[in-house]
């Protein structure tokens, strides 16, 4: 069974790590992996559509290879985050390489917001980290680019479990783009019919 929200207790464990915006009437729409030739000019399309600014934690390789749409991104003034620059898992990476990545996606775009790939970072690795970087990470995920959740039980999620204060994920990536191009409107959606607006994560 998949959790749309992250538990409580997992929150408070990693207490020091950013969970949630301090907003009793917003959200934080955020955007992993991009960008992409594929679906960013989309996205950006359909936020500028709403006037929606998001958070787009990027990641080096990317930015490297898609210099149009990340420069758009940052013209249309939405916020960048550092993503590593292979989408490096943490459990998986010997620390070194792992710092060596997030460094090397840090010359690319100068952001204190950092978040890590497939949401896995040792405590140890966020105490290397935790000085430079605002460790983002989220409450609600979408499971946009899992095949086996059905669209309409994420669109149920969003509409039972999205409130004030979250931090919501999205996929910037091939693999998630027929499902993103139902999704997004319809999260749009859900999220303003709440009487919610969308914000920007503080830096």
């Known amino acids: 069974m998949r959790r749309f929200r992250v538990p409580a207790i997992v929150r408070w464990f990693f207490f020091k790590r950013i969970w949630r915006i301090e907003d ?11 960008p992409t ?3 960013s000019d989309w ?18 390789s990317n930015i490297a290879a898609c210099r149009g749409q990340y420069e758009r991104m940052l013209a249309e003034g939405h916020q960048i985050g550092n993503h590593t620059f292979r989408h490096e898992k943490g459990t998986g990476t ?27 970072l040792p405590l140890s690795y966020g105490k290397k980290l935790k000085d430079k970087y605002r460790i983002i990470m989220w409450t609600w995920l979408s499971y946009d680019y899992d095949k086996e959740v059905p669209t309409d039980q994420i669109l149920r999620s969003a509409e039972k479990d999205i409130r004030a204060g979250d931090i919501l994920v999205l996929h910037d990536n ?9 999704l997004l409107p319809e999260i749009i959606r859900i999220v303003k019919d709440k009487g919610l607006e969308f914000r920007l994560i503080s830096v």
């Open 94 to 120: 010997a620390l070194p390489d792992y710092l060596n990545s997030v460094e090397e996606t840090d010359k690319l775009l100068k952001s204190k917001l950092f978040r890590p790939p497939y949401g896995r």
């Open 43 to 60: 996205i950006l399309d359909e936020l500028k559509k709403h006037e929606i600014k998001a958070t787009f934690f990027c990641v080096g």
């Open 24 to 34: 009793p009437n917003g959200v934080a729409l955020t955007f992993d992996d991009g």
């Open 174 to 182: 091939s693999k998630v783009k027929d499902r993103l191009q139902k």
């Open 37 to 39: 030739v594929e679906l």
